[in-house]
Structures are given as structure tokens and as C-alpha cells.
């Protein structure tokens, strides 16, 4: 059983564009909502994370929105740049101190 | 923000050979670290969780004696992959969590890529 699935794998996006990522997980015991960035060749890093008592959050360019309801979460990136080119993770967790992640989407910003 | 250190970031060895990757939580104190894998392409797999001073907790599939962890002190933790084969060449990482319990943010060490010729 998936319990999280991440859309879409890939993503090719023009410099300044939005970049749309999203995550449906199953598990209503999920509790923190982080996206993680990944270069190649590295580990991945906390990019922006929610908890389920707010429905949006925004650092910087990165927002991240949440629906509860439909068991949903997003990350946007506004005025994507060509460093934002990575690979993207959803990785809720929820109840104990694991990561469940997504697949990954592989984000391109083309310059 | 929080640095965890991953040591070696790379090594090559014949099969057979065992080899051991440390992982080190440089600014905190991590009461619990993580051991994932990732192939090429892929997302990473939660191999086995670590906590100081106790013995660690193996994910379903994942061959404990192939696999030894060790979390000595609260801030290191090492992966031994014991008589290494060419199928275990992979990208090795670790994490660590500042607290224990619940949902809390995981730091991620920079992985150690694994080749076994």
C-alpha cells in the first residue's frame, strides 16, 4: 500500500515560472509536512515544512499549501530559477520519527 | 542550521571487503539517527533506526548482521556493510533528529556512494 504519492515525477519549468509539486498521503496520523530538496550527489535538506494547524506557509519564494480534508499537501516555487533544479521529496511523518517518502520529482528550470 | 557530517563520501573497495561509514551530528546532540539507501533515480529507503545506547531497529528486508549500526554516543552513529558485494554498491546516507518522539525534523548527512568492483 503507497502511502504517499507524489505528482508529477518530473517537471520542466521556464525561469520565473511557478513550479506545482503535490503529495496525497492515506495516513490521518501524519501530523508534519516537510518537502526536502535533493542535488545529485547529496543528501537531501529541509526545504519548508506545515503543520496540520495551518493551511498555508510561505518562506521566501517557497509556499507550502495544505488541505486537510483531502489529505493534500503542495509545494510551489514562484520565480523558479535555474539553481531551484533538483529533486524534490514529500515526506510526511506522523505518530513515530519516520520519513515516509514520496518518489521524487525531478524539477528543471530552464534558463 | 543543524550539520550533520557523513565520512567517507566516497570509497571504492574490492568484494568482500567491509566497510565502515560514520555519520556525525556536529551541533547537536542526536538521541536518534536514520540509515537510508538510494539507488539511481530513486527515492531513499529507510534501511534502520538508531538510538543511542540501544540496539537498532531494522526495516522489514534489510539483513541486520549485512547491515551492522552502531550509535556509540549522541552524536555518531556508523553503517559497517560486512563482506560487501557488488549488488550493495549504492548511495548510503544518514539523518538525525535533534529529539526523540514524535514528528520532528530530519537533518540529512551528504551520503557516502558505495562501489564494489
Known amino acids: 500500500q503507497q502511502q504517499v504519492k507524489q505528482s508529477p515525477q518530473s517537471l520542466i519549468v521556464q525561469k520565473g515560472g511557478i513550479s506545482i509539486i503535490n503529495c496525497a498521503y492515506e495516513?490521518?496520523?501524519?501530523?508534519?509536512f516537510p518537502w526536502y530538496q535533493q542535488f545529485p550527489g547529496k543528501g537531501p535538506a529541509l526545504l519548508i515544512a506545515?503543520?496540520?494547524?495551518?493551511s498555508e506557509k510561505k518562506e521566501g519564494r517557497f509556499t507550502i499549501s495544505f488541505n486537510k480534508s483531502a489529505k493534500q499537501f503542495s509545494l510551489h516555487i514562484m520565480d523558479s530559477q535555474p539553481g531551484d533544479s533538483a529533486t524534490y521529496f514529500c515526506?510526511?511523518?506522523?505518530?513515530?520519527?519516520?520519513?515516509?517518502f514520496g518518489k521524487g520529482t525531478k524539477l528543471t528550470v530552464n534558463p | 542550521g543543524a550539520v550533520v557530517s557523513q565520512h567517507p563520501s566516497w570509497v571504492i573497495c574490492k568484494s568482500g571487503t567491509s566497510v565502515k561509514i560514520e555519520c556525525r551530528s556536529l551541533?547537536?546532540?542526536?538521541?536518534?539517527m536514520f540509515w537510508y539507501r538510494q539507488f539511481p533515480k530513486q527515492s531513499l529507503m529507510l534501511m534502520a533506526t538508531s538510538n543511542e545506547g540501544s540496539k537498532a531497529t531494522y526495516e522489514q528486508g534489510v539483513e541486520k548482521d549485512k547491515f551492522l549500526i552502531n550509535h556509540a554516543s549522541l552524536t555518531l552513529s556508523t553503517l559497517t556493510v560486512t563482506s560487501a558485494h557488488p549488488e550493495d554498491s549504492s548511495f548510503y546516507i544518514c539523518?538525525?533528529?535533534?529529539?526523540?518522539?514524535?514528528?520532528?525534523?530530519?537533518?540529512f548527512g551528504d551520503g557516502t556512494r558505495l562501489s564494489i568492483l
Open positions: 495516513n490521518t496520523a501524519f501530523d508534519y
Open positions: 539523518s538525525a533528529t535533534r529529539r526523540t518522539g514524535g514528528s520532528q525534523p530530519q537533518h
Open positions: 515526506a510526511p511523518q506522523g505518530g513515530s520519527e519516520k520519513l515516509v
Open positions: 506545515i503543520r496540520p494547524d495551518v
Open positions: 551541533d547537536f546532540q542526536a538521541t536518534t
